[in-house]
């Protein structure tokens, strides 16, 4: 940051003449940080037999969930993840052994998930790569401050 960056507003740095222009920033900002990490956390995932960064948190919250397993319809609400999408998901994961789902006897609309013996700790084994990935990807672009500050702020906009 120049001295110039650090006397002028925010919307003088960008430029705009209508400072209410930042939520479009922010909203396209956030999407082009993902397209550009996604792939290659993604790529690196899939060496350990991870289709999705999604499912690392599939995993780890059906374990967090305990014996009584985790409803769907909480996971949908927890990930922000839509029904139609997590379903999906949730085949591709019980078709990899990952998973299983009981369904509630109220027309198969309920939903419980729980690990299979193959999916119990594999969040654990998988962390290590998840972990080096954003590390590599994300590390070199900040310090920790500026993270620990952009995670803030993001959270601000979840519930």
Request: with cysteine; aromatic share 10%.
């Amino acid at each position: 940051m120049t001295a110039r960056d650090e006397h002028s507003s925010s919307a003088d740095y960008f430029g705009d003449n209508t400072p209410v222009v930042s939520y479009n920033r922010v909203w396209f900002n956030i999407m082009r940080a993902q397209r550009k990490f996604l792939p290659r956390i993604a790529k690196a995932l899939k060496t350990c037999g991870i289709n999705d960064p999604i499912w690392y948190e599939i995993l780890l919250e059906v374990e967090l969930a305990g014996p009584g397993g985790q409803p769907m319809a909480a996971l949908e609400d927890k990930l922000f993840v839509a029904q139609y999408a997590l379903s999906r998901h949730i085949s591709r994961m019980e078709k990899a052994g990952l998973l299983r789902r009981e369904f509630i006897a109220d027309g198969r609309r309920k939903q419980i998930l729980f690990l299979t013996e193959q999916g119990i700790g594999m969040h654990a084994r998988i962390w290590p790569v998840y972990w080096n990935a954003m590390q590599d990807e994300i590390g070199p672009h900040m310090t920790t401050d500026e993270a620990y500050t952009l995670s803030r702020l993001l959270i601000k906009l979840l519930p």
